[in-house]
């Protein structure tokens, strides 16, 4: 059985940093592309940024590129998002999930709140 725990979550001003975890058992991640995404109430969930597995290359949505680095440790099966300079749209629930989605594999995420 698959679980993968979003963590690292919190209440943070603007121009703070988090950094957020997602442990996944049940699969080895190295050879699969993993992303963030991130959901506020009423809208679709939405990709932040994708490590794809075959080059390490990241994509990052331009909203916040330059901002947050996505990473993973394939040893410790967990991958990671660097937030900083984080702003109040920055504001939502945040999952981590396999490129495209898998939608047997969805966590309960992590929320992440930035006051002005």
């Known amino acids: 059985e698959v679980q993968v725990v979003e963590s690292g979550g919190g209440m943070v001003q603007a121009g703070g940093s988090l950094r957020l975890s997602c442990a996944v058992s049940?699969?080895?991640?190295?050879?699969?592309?993993w992303a963030w995404y991130r959901q506020t109430p009423g809208k679709e969930r939405t990709l932040v940024a994708r490590l794809r597995w075959m080059d390490n290359d990241a994509f990052y949505i331009d909203s916040v590129k330059g901002r947050f680095t996505i990473t993973k440790d394939n040893a410790k099966n967990t991958i990671y998002l660097q937030m900083n300079r984080l702003k109040p749209e920055d504001t939502a629930t945040y999952f981590c999930?396999?490129?495209?989605?898998?939608?047997?594999?969805w966590g309960k995420g992590t929320q992440v709140t930035v006051t002005s």
């Open positions: 049940g699969l080895t991640i190295w050879y699969l592309t």
């Open positions: 999930n396999d490129n495209p989605p898998d939608n047997e594999n």
